[in-house]
């Protein structure tokens, strides 16, 4: 392997000269530049990244965890951070926790000990002992995702209630009054925060979410199959189902229309997320679309803030939804009670 000594030889420069032109840490003539730029391209010359970022103290590479990266939400979000921190010169190392509170805190571990410059966490669920851990480590980071409210971070949030509140009002407002809800973990802040703004959409027009009316799910397909087997066994007449995830939504669909129910004329659906996949369903899939690129792109520049500038007070951004209305929700003659 040519080192850098070689090419200093080759384009009859000194070692710091060939240094410079690498880092861009001092003006070189051009013509010098150029002798320098032709010497590395004839001799094939790779810079040891391992040992400039020990002498930068800087990786050049963020870390992501995310809690399931099949989740086409989760794909599109690592996406967008991955395009946004590229442009800016970082390379982005993904790690799934699948859900697991363990695998999880394994990873997180791993992701300290290779010296990441910074790392962007969206937790399997609302403990803050991983984010404990890198703020120990005095690791810059950014939560995203995960409502977090007592711990000095940043953090890039949807208003996921607020999405809750405009799927309620749409089937209200199409006359719909007996409603089920598919919903996520517990423990997780965006799913508990949807039903909250649900809730608050139906009591607003009088409406009544029964206990019965509701299932839990994992954000999982089979979770959705499941839980709408589930539903259809409680004979509850529902005319419109909310389901918290469109990874659910499609599993929903799916067992009603094999149910023999026609969505949208027998059963409404609507979704949450807006992943590609509701577009190409049949029917596509009404939803709350997340700002997916956006939520990529502020996180990456909240987290490339402090790699730059060193840490600072706690910020807090939250993100609105918008309804993206399809074909598996309609509207329906408003019943009497």
Not at 12 to 36: A, C, I, M, Q, W
Not at 131 to 160: E, F, G, H, K, T
Not at 305 to 328: A, C, F, H, N
Request: aromatic residues 4%; contains cysteine; neutral net charge.
């Amino acid at each position: 392997m040519p080192t850098i000594r070689d090419v200093a030889a080759h384009a009859k420069v000194s070692v710091s000269t060939v240094s410079h032109v690498l880092n861009g840490t001092r003006y070189v003539e051009p013509e010098t530049e150029d002798r320098v730029r032709a010497a590395i391209e004839a001799l094939g010359y790779r810079p040891n990244s391992v040992a400039r970022s020990l002498r930068r103290r800087r990786t050049g590479t963020i870390g992501l965890l995310v809690p399931d990266n099949s989740n086409p939400f989760f794909a599109e979000v690592a996406r967008a951070i991955e395009d946004a921190g590229f442009t800016e010169g970082y390379n982005l190392i993904l790690c799934n926790s699948d859900g697991s509170a363990s695998k999880e805190a394994a990873y997180v571990d791993v992701l300290l000990s290779k010296q990441m410059d910074g790392l962007l966490l969206i937790s399997s669920g609302n403990r803050p002992d991983p984010l404990q851990s890198i703020l120990r480590a005095r690791v810059p980071v950014v939560v995203v995702d995960r409502r977090l409210d007592d711990l000095p971070v940043d953090q890039v949030l949807v208003d996921n209630e607020e999405g809750g509140y405009q799927a309620g009002r749409y089937l209200v407002q199409l006359g719909h009054r007996r409603i089920g809800c598919i919903t996520g973990p517990s423990s997780i802040s965006p799913s508990a925060d949807r039903i909250v703004g649900f809730r608050r959409a139906l009591g607003e027009a009088g409406i009544a979410l029964p206990p019965e009316a509701i299932v839990r799910g994992d954000f999982q397909y089979a979770g959705g199959e499941a839980a709408t087997h589930e539903l259809l066994k409680r004979r509850l007449g529902l005319t419109a189902i909310f389901v918290v995830n469109d990874v659910m939504a499609i599993g929903a669909i799916n067992v009603l229309s094999r149910a023999g129910l026609r969505v949208p004329d027998d059963v409404s659906v609507i979704g949450f997320d807006d992943i590609p996949q509701t577009r190409a369903m049949m029917p596509s899939i009404t939803t709350i679309a997340q700002p997916i690129a956006e939520l990529g792109k502020v996180s990456i520049s909240l987290l490339l803030d402090q790699i730059k500038k060193g840490p600072k007070p706690p910020t807090r951004i939250v993100l609105p939804t918008t309804l993206v209305e399809r074909e598996s929700c309609r509207a329906i003659v408003r019943e009497t009670t």
